[in-house]
C-alpha cells in the first residue's frame, strides 16, 4: 500500500551524512574527519552544501561522531557559500547539528543516524554522504514535488558501478522503480530523497528520535520497502566519485 501523498514544504531540508570515522582514509583522518579533507581547494562537505544552496534547499542537518567539533568549529550555524546564482547566494543557509559521538560516544550508521536526527528533517527530505563528490548534481524543487506526490518511501539516485564496487547495489526497473534483485545491478549514489514513515513503524523499529542510540544501517529498510515496490530511482551519470581511500582523493585532486 503506497503512503498519502502531501504538499511538500516550502523549505525543505537536507541531511549530509558526516559521521563516519573514515577508517580506510587513514592515516589522513587520525587528525582530521573525512568531511573536511580538501578536494580541489576547498572541504568535501562544502561541494555538496554548495549543491544544495544551489537548489535553493537552505535548511541542513549535518550529523557527527568522529572529530566532529571540528565540523562544527568549520562552518558554524551559518556557513559561508559559494553558488553560482544569484538567488542562492541571497540565501541564508542553516546547519543543524546532530552530535552522535557527543550524545552517545559512538556513531549510529544511517538509519540510526537518520532517525535520531528525523524531528529536525520535516517531510519528505534529502540525504547524501558527506563523503560523496558529486558537484553537478542538481537538487532540484520539482525531484522534491514530483516524489511527495508519487506515494513512494524514497526516491534513489543510482550511478554506473565503479572499478571498486563491480557489483553494485540495486536494479532498476522499465518503471523506475529500485530492485533487490536484477542482472543490471547499479550503485546507489548515497543522494536521495526520503518520507518520514521510512524511519517509523512499521518499517522501522526505533524509537522517535532515537533517545536510546541504537545504531542501525539503511539498506535493511531500503530493501524491506523495496520488496513492496515502494522505493523509486533514476540513473544519474554525472561525475560522482565516493572518495572512499587516498588513492581517489589524490585522483581528484591531480585532475
Not at 16 to 25: N, Q, V
Not at 185 to 208: D, G, H, N
Amino acid at each position: 500500500m503506497r503512503l498519502t501523498a502531501s504538499p511538500p514544504l516550502p523549505h525543505v531540508a537536507a541531511m549530509i551524512l558526516a559521521a563516519g570515522r573514515g577508517e580506510r582514509m587513514r592515516p589522513l583522518t587520525d587528525q582530521r574527519p573525512k568531511p573536511l579533507l580538501a578536494v580541489r581547494g576547498k572541504p568535501l562537505l562544502q561541494w555538496s552544501m554548495e549543491a544544495l544552496a544551489r537548489g535553493g534547499f537552505s535548511r541542513l542537518v549535518v550529523n557527527t561522531a568522529w572529530l566532529g567539533e571540528q565540523i562544527a568549529a568549520q562552518f558554524g550555524p551559518q556557513p559561508l557559500l559559494e553558488a553560482s546564482s544569484p538567488a542562492a547566494r541571497a540565501e541564508r543557509v542553516h546547519i543543524d547539528y546532530s552530535h552522535e559521538g557527543q550524545d552517545f560516544g559512538y556513531a549510529l550508521e544511517t538509519a540510526g543516524g537518520i532517525a535520531r536526527a528525523l524531528p529536525l528533517l520535516g517531510d519528505p527530505f534529502w540525504v547524501l554522504a558527506g563523503d560523496v563528490y558529486a558537484p553537478d548534481f542538481r537538487f532540484a524543487q520539482d525531484s522534491v514535488e514530483r516524489f511527495a506526490a508519487s506515494g513512494m518511501l524514497a526516491h534513489l539516485w543510482l550511478v554506473p558501478n565503479p572499478p571498486h564496487h563491480p557489483r553494485g547495489d540495486f536494479g532498476l526497473s522499465a518503471q523506475g522503480l529500485a530492485l533487490n534483485q536484477a542482472a543490471q545491478t547499479y550503485t546507489f549514489s548515497t543522494i536521495a530523497l526520503y518520507r518520514r514513515a521510512l524511519f517509523e513503524p512499521p518499517w522501522c523499529a526505533i524509537l522517535p528520535g532515537n533517545p536510546q542510540g541504537t545504531a542501525a544501517p539503511l539498506a535493511p529498510l531500503l530493501r524491506a520497502a523495496m520488496d513492496q515496490g515502494l522505493v523509486s530511482a533514476e540513473l544519474y551519470q554525472g561525475a560522482w566519485t565516493d572518495v572512499g581511500t587516498p588513492g581517489r582523493l589524490a585522483e581528484l585532486n591531480a585532475a
